[in-house]
């Protein structure tokens, strides 16, 4: 059975960090391209950053230079280092394991909330 555990949301200022881990499991890991999307009221579901198997990088304009995605094999798990937080970065943040030939895998999801 595959799970994706999403942990490290909260609360925080304006200019703070956050960062955010994603446990997976029942999934050969270091396969699989992982990314983090965000989802806030109202809006839809977008990419905020990936990550390849092979480590290639990816994000989203609106948080380059803020954002840096990581992933550590042998832990299988993937990071979001979250700096410089900004009122718009609130949202509900998912994990998501790429799952070739088949629907993707989803964790639970993470409350991130920034505000003064």
């Known amino acids: 059975q595959v799970q994706l555990v999403e942990s490290g949301g909260g609360l925080v200022r304006p200019g703070g960090s956050l960062r955010l881990s994603c446990a997976a499991s029942?999934?050969?890991?270091?396969?699989?391209?992982m990314g983090w999307y965000r989802q806030a009221p109202g809006k839809q579901r977008e990419l905020v950053a990936s990550i390849s198997s092979n480590g290639r990088t990816n994000y989203t304009d609106s948080v380059k230079g803020r954002f840096t995605i990581s992933r550590d094999n042998a832990k299988s798990t993937v990071y979001l280092q979250m700096n410089s937080l900004k009122a718009e970065d609130t949202a509900v943040y998912y994990c998501?394991?790429?799952?070739?030939?088949?629907?993707?895998?989803w964790g639970q999801g993470t409350q991130v909330t920034v505000s003064p």
């Open positions: 998501k394991s790429a799952n070739p030939g088949g629907s993707p895998y």
């Open positions: 029942g999934i050969i890991f270091s396969w699989k391209a």
